[in-house]
Nanobody, 126 residues
C-alpha cells in the first residue's frame, strides 16, 4: 500500500506561484509513475502533469505547459508540482496519484492510477 499526502495549496493572486508537495509512505515511489490531477467545481478530473519512474520523462497538459513543472525526489519519497503564473482557471483541488509499480507508461486517465492523495485546494484570485 502507498499513502499519499498533498500539501502546499492555498490562496494566491493571479500571476503568483505555489509549490505543491506529495509525500508518500508505506512503499517507495521510485518505481512508480506519478502524476498530478486537478478537479474544478462542476468539471471532470483532468491530468495536469506526469513523470515516469524509469527516465523521469515528463508530460504537461497544454493549459499548463511552460508554467508548471513536475519533479520527484526518490530519496525523499516525494513528488512536487511547481506552479507559476497562476491564473483563475487553475483554481481546483489538486491530487497526487501513483501508478502500480514498474509500469513504464505515463497513464493519461485517472483510472490508470492506483493510489491517490486526499487533495489540496488551490484558489487563484483575479
Amino acid at each position: 500500500q502507498v499513502q499519499l499526502v498533498e500539501s502546499g495549496g492555498g490562496l494566491v493572486q493571479a500571476g503568483g506561484s505555489l509549490r505543491l508537495s506529495c509525500a508518500a509512505s508505506g512503499r517507495t515511489l521510485s518505481t512508480r509513475t506519478m502524476a498530478w490531477f486537478r478537479q474544478a467545481p462542476g468539471k471532470e478530473r483532468e491530468l495536469v502533469a506526469g513523470i515516469t519512474w524509469r527516465d523521469s520523462t515528463t508530460y504537461y497538459a497544454d493549459s499548463v505547459k511552460g508554467r508548471f513543472t513536475i519533479s520527484r525526489d526518490n530519496a525523499k519519497n516525494m513528488a512536487y508540482l511547481q506552479m507559476s503564473s497562476l491564473q483563475s482557471e487553475d483554481t481546483a483541488v489538486y491530487f497526487c496519484a501513483a501508478r502500480y509499480e514498474f509500469l513504464v507508461e505515463l497513464g493519461y486517465h485517472e483510472n490508470e492510477y492506483r493510489y491517490w492523495g486526499q487533495g489540496t485546494q488551490v484558489t487563484v484570485s483575479s
